[in-house]
Structures are given as C-alpha cells and as structure tokens.
C-alpha cells in the first residue's frame, strides 16, 4: 500500500474519526478541564488514532473546544429556529421562549465543568469567539423578534437592532460569572448585577423575565434566597411595553446555513 493508499485507507471514515475525537475530548474537558487538557492527552485517549491524524482534522485545541459547543448545542439551535417560525407567538413570548430554550440547553453545565480561564489573554480566542457568537444570535435570533414585539405591541425597543447587543452582550458576557468573575469577598455582587441587569432591559423596553424563569433553582449557587426575595421589586414594574415606532433604519442582517450561532457560556436570551 502505497502514501496515497493508507491516507485514503486512513479517511475512510472522517466523520466516524471526528466524531471519536470530539468524543474524547467532550469527556477530557469534562473532567481534567479545559486548560489541563492537552493534545497529547487527547491524542492518548483516542487509542491508536495518530497526532497527524487528529490534526489533520482540528488546527488546535480550540477548533476542538469550539466544535465540542456546537455539536452539544445543535438541538438548541433547532428549538430556536422552531421558536423563531412560530406565528403562534407574539415577540415577547418568543423572545421568553428562546431565553429559556438556551437555558435549558447544556451549555451552561459545560462551560462550568471545564472551566476555562476567564483571563482574556490566556483564552483570547475563546472569549474572542464567544464575543462575535453573542453578536451573530443578536442579529439573527433576537433582533428579528424584538422587531415582531415592537410591531405586536409587545415590546416598546426603539431601536431593535441595538437593544438585540446590548441585551445578550449583557446576558452572555457581563452577567456570567465564568466571564466576569463575583469577587469572593463581596456576595452580594451578582444581586447588584441582576439588578442592574433587569432594569437596563426593563429600559430597553424589554421584560424579558416573566419572573418564573428567574427562580432561585435556575440561578444557581450564586443567587440566594434573600437575592431573590429582593430581586421582586422591579416586578411591580414589568408588564407589557407599550407600542412604539420600529426603527428601520438597520436592515436584519440574515443567517446562512454554513455559518449558525454557537451557544456559550450565559443564556442566550
């Protein structure tokens, strides 16, 4: 068998190869964690599969990582699009509906399992892609509802492309404790977080929270039942916005199928 040959012989099975690789590395990262795992260890753990081989396949540890995400989050991305077509809905509902389909989804518990640093010069790629993923799902997902809302009298954003930003910019990113640590010494900081969080999108026009997603169970350790009992002040203040002028002077900026919106760390609201 000649180069050519065992190459050939080699790729038979591509996607049988890919999935193994990320099978391995999906369980690495799970359980060593993002930073303590190497490409040798996955290479180890492939059992006979060779370092050229995996390469040939991923550049880099972090073209693993990212395509570990979007394997894991492709029946969030298919709920979300079912959520997006559904005329049932009006843009709030959607927009409630999608918050809680990417919550429920596994990104989440992933992110905290494998823990990469927050440090954006030792993951700059990371961070990096999580920051332009925030933005296609703006633009994509949540920017074309907020439009519906403000069209149904749902929403009151005056200007929907922008809120769609700064709503999951917040949500993704500043709101996430793995990008944006709470300092151990002040527990109250991701009650003052929340807080502001609420009243910016309360704003914006947006009342994303129906107040039974933001339980104290889905918020996790970092929330405590005295946050939460604090938290119910805005609730008197939420409640439909009130219809107001579309702003069309941003076109929708559309998706194509060879590039999707991958799921980080935070709720993709």
Excluded at 146 to 158: F, L, M, N, P, Y
Excluded at 171 to 179: C, D, R, S, T
Excluded at 192 to 213: C, M
Excluded at 240 to 258: K, N
Aim: hydrophobic share 40%; proline share 5%; charged share 25%.
């Amino acid at each position: 068998m000649d180069v050519l040959e065992a190459a050939m012989a080699r790729n038979k099975y591509p996607e049988e190869t890919v999935r193994r690789i990320l099978d391995v590395a999906e369980e690495l990262f799970m359980t060593k964690g993002y930073d303590h795992t190497t490409m040798s260890d996955i290479v180890e753990g492939l059992g006979g599969l060779t370092k050229g081989a995996v390469y040939h396949h991923f550049k880099s540890k972090e073209d693993i990582f990212e395509a570990v995400f979007e394997r894991a989050n492709k029946p969030v991305l298919e709920r979300s699009d079912a959520i997006l077509a559904d005329c049932s809905l009006s843009g709030l509902e959607k927009l409630r509906a999608l918050d809680r389909a990417s919550s429920e989804g596994p990104a989440a518990d992933m992110w905290h399992a494998m823990q990469p640093s927050s440090d954006p010069i030792q993951n700059a790629r990371i961070l990096a892609r999580e920051y332009a993923d925030v933005l296609e799902t703006a633009h994509c997902y949540v920017e074309p509802i907020i439009r519906e809302g403000v069209e149904d009298g749902t929403i009151s954003a005056k200007h929907p492309r922008e809120a769609a930003e700064a709503l999951l910019l917040l949500a993704n990113l500043w709101m996430v404790p793995l990008f944006n640590p709470i300092p151990a010494d002040d527990p109250a900081a991701y009650q003052r977080r929340a807080e502001t969080f609420l009243t910016i999108t309360h704003a914006l026009g947006i009342d994303l929270v129906d107040w039974e997603s933001l339980d104290p169970a889905r918020m996790g350790h970092v929330a405590s039942e005295q946050a939460w009992t604090d938290w119910q002040w805005l609730a008197k203040e939420s409640g439909a916005g009130a219809r107001a002028t579309q702003d069309e002077s941003v076109p929708i900026a559309g998706c194509t199928e060879e590039k999707q919106p991958q799921d980080g760390g935070g709720n993709r609201a």
